[in-house]
């Protein structure tokens, strides 16, 4: 902790007082936030508080946000270290950066956008970058628009019977891997993390319609590797 | 397979298994306008290969979220957690440093 007449010094060279190390008690819109709170009072105050260098308000960030943030690293990712140091730069980035952040998104699709740009450079810096063709396991179809294989098998129920849930999400987890970078993002912040195609599409500087087309042949190539292991057709 | 038929509802069915495969994602989040949304209800009413697809395609998305962790592995929180206090002392004491060195 820093003595008085520390602090003094810090005020006088910053013209505000500077935060203790370690907040001896939490305002009460942090501690609503820490609770869950989604109101946007909490959410403005919360950053104003990091922009003052408040370490509760970054950790208080880290509580709210950390699960969400490694799930999304994780699965772009696929390696616990990579994930480990990206989460890292993306919280001491929030306390370095908090001062740059307008307030025009949401506080969640800047941190979104932080761990989705980390990750994708991270990916971009790997030299085994292998580029997946997803035609072989996406739908065919007659030239009149009906399926080319038919009947379609609905092997939905047969899924959770053949597969236990830590099989079921080592094959999805391979399978999410082979997708291409921005697809993999955009499904993982939807099917993971819930968020709308909007939020996706200003997280990852897209259109709406570019979100909602990597969606789809994201999810269509998912389906396809899933029929062909339970050895089905794709189509 | 839909079948084209010949009845006053013939426009409702005229959408194919592609044209349907095309909007599975603005039907499973409700985003299709009423008009598009009866067509693809109509069509599945018919073509038992679009439900299976559906049903396959919806199951993908609900496995794909399966995959998700529910907490954070303990040691990457207390290791993040350490390096974000370090850095953040090491910034007090350089601004206390700089700060020491202006009064002088």
Request: a positive charge.
């Amino acid at each position: 902790m820093m003595s008085g007449s520390e602090m003094s010094v810090m005020k006088t060279i910053s013209g505000r007082s500077p935060q203790p190390l370690r907040s001896q008690k939490s305002p009460r819109s942090i501690r609503r936030l820490a609770q869950g709170s989604t109101k946007a009072s909490d959410q403005a105050d919360v950053i104003e508080r990091l922009k003052s260098g408040d370490q509760a308000a970054l950790e208080t960030v880290f509580a709210m946000y950390s699960v969400k943030l490694y799930n999304v690293a994780l699965r772009i990712l696929g390696d616990a270290a990579d994930t480990e140091e990206v989460i890292q730069d993306v919280f001491w980035t929030v306390y370095r950066k908090a001062k740059s952040f307008q307030g025009n998104s949401q506080l969640s699709t800047w941190l979104y956008r932080l761990t989705v740009n980390a990750a994708l450079g991270k990916i971009r810096r790997r030299k085994n970058n292998k580029a997946v063709d997803y035609e072989e396991y996406l739908p065919k179809f007659q030239a009149d628009g009906h399926h080319a294989v038919r009947p379609v098998i609905d092997w939905s129920d047969n899924l959770d019977e053949q597969y236990s849930k830590y099989e079921l999400q080592e094959l999805l987890r391979k399978a999410l891997d082979e997708l291409k970078p921005l697809d993999k993002s955009a499904v993982v912040l939807s099917d993971l993390e819930g968020i709308s195609d909007k939020e996706i599409a200003d997280t990852l500087g897209l259109s709406v319609s570019a979100v909602k087309t990597r969606l789809h042949r994201a999810r269509l190539f998912l389906r396809g590797k899933m029929a062909v292991h339970l050895g089905y057709s794709p189509a | 397979m839909a079948k084209r038929n010949k009845s006053p509802d013939k426009a409702l069915t005229d959408r194919t298994c592609k044209q349907i495969s095309g909007l599975l994602n603005d039907y499973i989040s409700n985003r299709l306008n009423p008009t598009v949304k009866r067509e693809f209800e109509q069509h599945l009413s018919i073509c038992p290969d679009c439900v299976s697809f559906l049903k396959t395609y919806k199951k993908t998305m609900a496995a794909t979220g399966s995959t998700r962790v529910p907490t954070l592995p303990a040691k990457l929180r207390k290791n993040v957690l350490a390096f974000l206090r370090k850095k953040m002392r090491q910034i007090a004491v350089f601004l206390l440093v700089f700060a020491d060195q202006i009064c002088r």
